[in-house]
């Protein structure tokens, strides 16, 4: 068996955005005893990563170490067609990535006890990202 749905996610900015509960409530009581669910984001600047949930001071590292590894305003970025934002958000969307596959277990989500579906917008501006999922049982 194998199903489809899309969920949208806005976004204020730049950010991580927890979308776990979003992801199950769009199955309801679709999810199979035993499966895999998998998450594409259908954008290059975005990405979707599985994080710590819990504490705000993981993200808040996270957010910290990968402006770091890709900030805004070098000299040498070339694309920046919309903004200064433009190169940066896909480089680390290129780095964290745009799809992740979930086990599914006991008809929900088999996540560890401290993890989390996080959107990562990478945009300074508000964006309405679409993740579509498929789950294979």
């Given at each position: 068996?194998?199903?489809s749905?899309?969920?949208?996610?806005?976004?204020q900015?730049?950010g991580l955005?927890?979308?776990?509960?979003?992801?199950?409530?769009?199955?309801g009581?679709?999810?199979?005893?035993?499966?895999?669910?998998?998450?594409?984001l259908?954008?290059?600047?975005?990405?979707l990563?599985?994080q710590?949930n819990a504490?705000?001071?993981?993200?808040?590292?996270?957010?910290t170490?990968m402006e770091r590894?890709?900030?805004?305003?070098?000299?040498?970025?070339?694309?920046?067609d919309?903004g200064?934002?433009d190169?940066p958000?896909?480089?680390?969307?290129?780095?964290?990535g745009c799809?992740?596959?979930?086990?599914v277990?006991?008809g929900?989500?088999?996540?560890g006890?401290?993890?989390?579906?996080?959107?990562?917008?990478?945009?300074d501006?508000?964006h309405?990202?679409?993740?579509?999922m498929?789950l294979v049982?």
């Amino acid at each position: 068996m194998q199903l489809s749905r899309e969920i949208a996610v806005p976004t204020q900015g730049k950010g991580l955005y927890e979308i776990t509960s979003s992801v199950s409530f769009a199955w309801g009581n679709d999810f199979p005893s035993q499966g895999l669910l998998h998450l594409f984001l259908r954008h290059t600047s975005a990405s979707l990563i599985i994080q710590e949930n819990a504490a705000p001071e993981a993200r808040m590292d996270l957010e910290t170490f990968m402006e770091r590894l890709a900030p805004q305003g070098e000299a040498w970025h070339q694309h920046t067609d919309e903004g200064p934002d433009d190169s940066p958000s896909h480089m680390r969307s290129a780095i964290t990535g745009c799809s992740l596959w979930v086990p599914v277990s006991a008809g929900r989500l088999h996540l560890g006890t401290w993890q989390g579906i996080f959107l990562w917008e990478h945009r300074d501006r508000p964006h309405q990202r679409n993740v579509w999922m498929t789950l294979v049982n």
